[in-house]
């Protein structure tokens, strides 16, 4: 693994701290245009292998709807490989201090450009995103996001709460995934966070990979231009995570059903449906397209 993805001890400490982090790590253009083509693939149903979950969008939706699918990696091998690259597995592991990080699960995501004056159909209000994996143990779990566009705060880029992580989870949050009056919540987030509630705004430069922690309060904005703004959530788990059955059946029980495994209450979330993308001590490279 190249030394240049070594984390500093005050990189390592300010992850602790904001919940966040901005990477040096970045894909090559030419991975992430390969990336976009086998995208919108998947989203017009031409999937190499199987096809993907939890779709928001099919051939024949309104095009201002934005565009999302779940297990990416599953539908085709670009995608694949972008999901499990060494090198963003190398980084999850340390800000996780972990010896290992595996791959829960991926979002593809194209987030359509509606103009200035378009509707309201691109945002997504505040979350946490462990409130979605209450069947995972402990709560410890990290998203890399691969851009493929340059984000900006006129595109929708990630709007966070540095630090908000630390709070738990939140029941005030609730499943408000798609609920873009996210202005109720100021009250209750500024008695939490002890005073005024920081907001920052992540702009990421085409394939440089940001990781946030599964408890940090993040949001999007709408995409006012009129270019689409496409990116892939990575959602990696460190190796000791376990499965905690619950009353209804999980998406992510559903998922592993589907594909003849039964999921067993305090088992670890491994094998072939959860891959390893980092282990010390195995010999890894770089990623291809890393730089």
């Known amino acids: 693994m190249q030394e240049s993805l070594n984390l500093s001890p005050t990189q390592v400490q300010s992850w602790q701290q904001d919940g966040y982090f901005i990477s040096d790590l970045r894909l090559d253009p030419a991975i992430l245009e390969a990336l976009g083509e086998r995208m919108e693939r998947v989203f017009q149903g031409q999937c190499e292998n199987e096809q993907p979950r939890m779709t928001t969008w099919r051939p024949g939706d309104p095009p201002e709807r934005i565009r999302q699918a779940a297990f990416g990696w599953r539908t085709d091998p670009v995608i694949r490989s972008a999901a499990l690259t060494p090198a963003i597995g190398y980084i999850a592991a340390q800000l996780a201090q972990t010896a290992a990080i595996r791959l829960l699960m991926d979002w593809i995501i194209h987030k359509p450009g509606v103009g200035p004056d378009g509707p309201k159909t ?170």
Not at 143 to 160: V, Y
Not at 161 to 176: E, K, M, N, Q, Y
Not at 196 to 215: D, K, N, Y
């Open 122 to 291: 691109t945002g997504v209000g505040w979350h946490q995103d462990q409130n979605y994996w209450r069947n995972t143990h402990p709560q410890e779990l990290l998203t890399a996001r691969i851009p493929l566009d340059r984000e900006t705060a006129e595109n929708g880029c990630m709007h966070i709460l540095p630090g908000s992580h630390r709070w738990g989870l939140l029941d005030v949050i609730g499943d408000g995934f798609w609920d873009t009056g996210e202005s109720e919540l100021a009250p209750e987030l500024e008695r939490l966070a002890g005073g005024p509630v920081e907001e920052r705004i992540c702009e990421l430069e085409p394939g440089q990979i940001m990781f946030h922690h599964c408890l940090l309060i993040h949001m999007t904005g709408q995409n006012r231009t009129d270019a689409p703004r496409r990116s892939i959530n990575v959602h990696l788990m460190p190796g000791h995570t376990r499965f905690v059955k619950s009353p209804d059946v999980s998406f992510i029980e559903a998922y592993a059903g589907d594909h003849g495994m039964a999921l067993r209450h305090g088992a670890p979330l491994a094998g072939p449906l959860f891959p390893t993308v980092f282990a010390a001590g195995v010999p890894h490279q770089a990623g291809q397209g890393a730089h």
